[in-house]
Structure formats: structure tokens, C-alpha cells
């Protein structure tokens, strides 16, 4: 196989292709692909779309769909995109609001990496105690939260709700509600609590108290006799946007009604209340955590052509001073630039 221009018959070249690498014993490895003639590949393709506006009939499919099961299957992906001109892009599962794992403007498959869940942690037996409440005490909350234990975490939620006023009258208003975690016993987090933030009446009843992992459980809103091995169903991802941070921000809106005009009209709410939360985060740049990717800071289309400078738009915005370091790191990995995205690392040319 050669990087020939791509053919019509694309996801049959490239299943033949990785039955030309090397395998597995006893195992092709055309058995982890699927293909668009295939009757899974719809279901394979959704299962970790997180935006459904990548998801129309319009929206480009990929070639084929690989659920690598061994690091065979990747090498032999890997391969045959690069024989056959094809695009790669990787879904491990996390947010993805903008479709890059999912979505190319350019011929493409999809190595997904969900099988890949094993974890082996040596951790001793520690406890975690996990507090709800709902009041309204925003303000003392930003003062208390960033500052008040290194082993207590405490979220803040703020939602619009809808309460009935009579039997036709909605009244429009805000439910606010805090919860949190903490690294060791009832009995310290009520103390801590009970001088740094009484104003939540915070009481032994309200808190659960958990062996870590169990936590995990919690936090992945599972039932809370949920096994242990429903994590394995599930990819977590770290946040490393920590230093210098007192506070992370995430806007999310939903809607579920198909048609360009709503989302057009959602889409614009989103931006108005983006703009509106301005003198309140991080400026000159305004910076962003790469888990909450976000095509608005800026793009490199489509991906292969970027420069240091043109991709330091949203390099900066995601990365900080580590964008310089990620630069020389993939001139010495990715000299082609194989691994490529809208908001990827550019070689220098």
C-alpha cells in the first residue's frame, strides 16, 4: 500500500490492510474494526458522541471504526492510516464538545481506546466523606472554598429551575447547591466547618462516609451499591489546569430539539452569557482547560498546516507556558505531523 489518493472503496482497503500487519495469535485484526456497511458501526460511532450537532446526516463519517482491544491494534491502525492517507483521530471517552475525535473535514478513522481500562493503583485504605446541602450563600462560598482545608473540597451548582406559583404560573428562579469531599473522619470536617463556614449547619447526618474508591462511585453518579467494576465502563480523565487557579468555570447548555433556527438561538445564548462572565476569569488571554475544548479561542484549518505563532492562539489559552515545551516535544515524536487536529501541536517547518 502506498499514500495514494483515497478510493471509493476505502473501508474495504483498509480492513485489508490490517490483516496485512502484524496480529495477534490466532486473531485478526480486522476483528476489532467495523466498517459503515457493517450493522454495529452506527451504534459504535454514537456511543461517545458528546454533541449531537456533529452527528447529523450531513456531518462526514469515518472510513472505519477501531475498538482496540491489544496494542497490536493500534500499531496496525496506526499503520494503515498512514498507508493509506488517512486520517487518525483518537476517542478515549471525556467531554469532546466540539466532535474532534469523532468529526474530520477530511477522510478519517476512529481508534477508539474504550476497551483500554485496566488500572493498577497501590493505594493504603483511606475514607472519604462526601457533604450535600443546598442554600444560598454564594458569596461566602467564594471566599471560603479556594482557602478553608487542603483536604476539603466544596462545589458550588447554580441552575435555573422552574416552581409553580399556582395551577398555570411558573415563576422562573436559581437553585444553588453546594457539595463536597473530604479526606478524613465526621468528626474534623464538622469542626473545620463549624469555624470556617457555619452558615451551612453542616451536621454528622449529612455526610457519607466512604472508602475512597467508593467515592469514585459517587462522584460518576452511579447507584450507590454500584459494584466497583462499573468504573471499568467508563474512561476518567485528570484535570491538570490546577496552579494558580482559584476557581474552574464550566458552561454547559442542553437542548434536544433538532432544527438549524434553535441552534442558532441556543448557540447565541451560550455566547451572550460566555461574553457577560468576561471581567470575572482569567484575560490577556482569556485561558481555557483542554478538556472543555472550545473552537471559539481559535483554530488552524484543517490541522496541517499551522505554524508555532498561528497555533499559539489557543496553544497559550490551553496550555500556558507548557505550549512552548509540547512544541519541541512533538518536532522530536511527530516530525509529520501524523497526529493532527483543528487546535494540534504544529512541527516546525
Not at 447507584?223 to 467494576?229: C, D, F, G, R, V
Request: overall charge neutral; charged content about 25%; some cysteine.
Amino acid at each position: 500500500y502506498s499514500s495514494l489518493p483515497l478510493p471509493l472503496y476505502a473501508p474495504e482497503l483498509f480492513l485489508e490492510c490490517l490483516d496485512t500487519q502484524p496480529a495477534d495469535p490466532g486473531s485478526r485484526n480486522s476483528r476489532a474494526a467495523v466498517i459503515p456497511t457493517d450493522s454495529s458501526f452506527s451504534t459504535n460511532l454514537m456511543r461517545a458522541v458528546r454533541n449531537l450537532r456533529f452527528a447529523s446526516a450531513s456531518t462526514r463519517k469515518p472510513e472505519a471504526i477501531v475498538a482496540a482491544v491489544t496494542e497490536t491494534h493500534i500499531r496496525a491502525t496506526i499503520s494503515c492510516c498512514k498507508h493509506l492517507n488517512l486520517e487518525l483521530k483518537v476517542r478515549s471517552g471525556g467531554h469532546d464538545y466540539e466532535g474532534f475525535s469523532y468529526t474530520s473535514p477530511v477522510p478519517f478513522v476512529i481508534l477508539d481506546m474504550y476497551n483500554f481500562d485496566k488500572v493498577d493503583i497501590n493505594l493504603k485504605d483511606e475514607t472519604a466523606t462526601v457533604e450535600e446541602g443546598v442554600i444560598d450563600l454564594v458569596h461566602k462560598w467564594q471566599q471560603v472554598a479556594p482557602v478553608i482545608d487542603k483536604d476539603l473540597f466544596i462545589r458550588l451548582e447554580i441552575k435555573p429551575v422552574y416552581r409553580r406559583t399556582t395551577s398555570k404560573c411558573k415563576t422562573k428562579t436559581i437553585n444553588v447547591s453546594f457539595i463536597g469531599m473530604f479526606l478524613g473522619s465526621p468528626e474534623r470536617l464538622l469542626n473545620i466547618m463549624n469555624k470556617r463556614f457555619p452558615e451551612l449547619y453542616l451536621r454528622e447526618p449529612d455526610c457519607m462516609v466512604k472508602k475512597w474508591i467508593d467515592s469514585v462511585v459517587f462522584w460518576a453518579e452511579y447507584p450507590e451499591n454500584a459494584p466497583l467494576e462499573i468504573l471499568l465502563e467508563r474512561i476518567s480523565t485528570p484535570f491538570p489546569h490546577r496552579a494558580g487557579n482559584v476557581f474552574m468555570i464550566e458552561h454547559f447548555m442542553n437542548w434536544y430539539a433538532p432544527g438549524n433556527e434553535l441552534e442558532e438561538a441556543f448557540l447565541a445564548i451560550s455566547r451572550s452569557f460566555k461574553m457577560a462572565m468576561t471581567p470575572f476569569v482569567s484575560k490577556n488571554p482569556r485561558e481555557a482547560f483542554l478538556n472543555y475544548r472550545d473552537v471559539d479561542i481559535g483554530i488552524t484549518t484543517p490541522g496541517y498546516n499551522a505554524t508555532f505563532e498561528k497555533a499559539k492562539v489557543y496553544g497559550e489559552k490551553y496550555f500556558q507556558g507548557n505550549y512552548l515545551r509540547l512544541f519541541q516535544v512533538k518536532a522530536r515524536f511527530d516530525p509529520t505531523n501524523f497526529f493532527r487536529s483543528q487546535q494540534g501541536i504544529p512541527v516546525l517547518k
